[in-house]
């Protein structure tokens, strides 16, 4: 490893702890959280350290999951029955029951990790954004 690249991995920035917790709150503010998130990746991407990368395109892609997951269900109720019914509500009871946990203590999980500065993976979508860890 050249001096560069160690410079690039020992580099501490916010950005991953940043990225996790928009990808927590996304999971109850989709919409403009989730465009917030696509706002952090353009933006601070290139310059940010390995750590943060890794965190970045994992919460990512676990936040494009997630919405899509809410469009899907939103758009099947709005094809069905409508909101005003008892198959809208157990949607989003299934939604909030079984999606939200789900996503949300591998946010947890990713967070505390990204808080101490540690890469983390993601189950599944670690092995598609392609993150190799030490651990």
């Given at each position: 490893?050249?001096?560069?690249?160690?410079?690039q991995?020992?580099?501490a920035?916010h950005?991953?702890?940043?990225?996790?917790?928009l990808?927590i709150?996304n999971?109850?503010?989709?919409?403009v959280v989730?465009?917030?998130l696509?706002?952090?990746y353009?933006?601070?991407?290139?310059?940010?350290?390995?750590?943060s990368?890794?965190?970045?395109?994992q919460?990512?892609?676990?936040s494009?999951?997630?919405?899509?997951?809410?469009?899907?269900l939103?758009?099947?109720i709005?094809l069905?029955?409508?909101?005003?019914?008892a198959t809208?509500l157990?949607m989003?009871?299934?939604y909030?029951?079984?999606?939200?946990?789900?996503?949300?203590?591998?946010?947890?999980?990713?967070?505390?990790?990204a808080?101490?500065?540690?890469?983390?993976?993601?189950?599944?979508?670690?092995?598609?954004?392609?993150?190799?860890?030490?651990?």
């Amino acid at each position: 490893m050249n001096q560069q690249n160690l410079k690039q991995l020992k580099k501490a920035d916010h950005i991953a702890a940043i990225a996790e917790a928009l990808f927590i709150a996304n999971l109850l503010f989709i919409g403009v959280v989730y465009i917030a998130l696509w706002v952090l990746y353009l933006v601070k991407y290139k310059t940010a350290s390995a750590v943060s990368k890794s965190h970045l395109k994992q919460t990512l892609i676990a936040s494009t999951i997630s919405t899509l997951i809410v469009l899907v269900l939103n758009i099947i109720i709005v094809l069905t029955s409508g909101y005003a019914s008892a198959t809208a509500l157990i949607m989003a009871e299934m939604y909030l029951m079984l999606v939200v946990p789900v996503f949300l203590v591998i946010g947890i999980f990713g967070f505390t990790k990204a808080v101490n500065e540690q890469f983390y993976k993601y189950p599944l979508i670690g092995r598609l954004a392609g993150v190799e860890t030490d651990s």
